[in-house]
């Protein structure tokens, strides 16, 4: 497909059970469960999504749970209990791109903020937009900002792996992606430098 940008793509080789569940309440599709693979892929322009959703879902057998069809940018994520079928899927939307991993976006953080011993009000400001769990009085919150969008889901399901903290939001599509991880301060700073670790361990073009 010519004139098609890949923004991100990636391949998450276990769901994390809060990641998991949490894609559930976004999902329009078939939804994942925790210890499933997933292959994530975001284009420009967006479009051309239903194109690649055809081929990943023809290739092997995976099931589609997150589409977003917008003007820009378009995202897929598709899953499957077996690693071997998303990794297909994935590798068949390459090869109808006529592109390789590595012509990928690197994943690029433009905000990593921590906010420590969060008092009641902002909390209660936030629980009323989360799709997760809830951020409660005292947490520490650790807020990403981070371009491309795709990536969030990768960022948040890594952070859940390293360390005991909720899931409070994740935006994986549009301009920007961003992510709301609460909980005790020790464990949310693990996840912080494990999340920046792992993003900056992603090769693509600049």
Request: hydrophobic letters at 40%; a negative charge.
């Amino acid at each position: 497909m010519d004139n098609v940008e890949l923004r991100t793509y990636n391949f998450i080789d276990s769901l994390q059970l809060q990641m998991a569940s949490y894609m559930c309440t976004i999902s329009k599709g078939y939804f994942p469960v925790a210890g499933q693979s997933c292959a994530i892929v975001e284009i420009a322009p967006g479009i051309e999504i239903n194109r690649l959703t055809d081929v990943a879902l023809k290739s092997t057998g995976v099931h589609p749970g997150i589409q977003v069809v917008e003007r820009s940018f378009g995202l897929l994520e598709v899953h499957s209990d077996n690693q071997g079928d998303a990794r297909q899927a994935g590798q068949a939307v390459l090869d109808a791109l006529g592109l390789e991993e590595t012509d990928r976006m690197k994943p690029r953080i433009l905000t990593s903020q921590l906010i420590k011993n969060i008092s009641d009000h902002h909390a209660q400001l936030i629980n009323k937009v989360r799709y997760g769990n809830m951020v409660l009085r005292g947490d520490t919150l650790f807020i990403l900002e981070i371009e491309p969008a795709g990536y969030a889901y990768y960022a948040a399901n890594e952070a859940e792996k390293a360390s005991h903290i909720n899931i409070i939001n994740v935006t994986g599509y549009g301009k920007y992606g961003r992510i709301y991880i609460a909980g005790k301060e020790s464990e949310v700073l693990v996840s912080k430098d494990i999340v920046e670790s792992r993003l900056a361990d992603i090769a693509g073009k600049e």
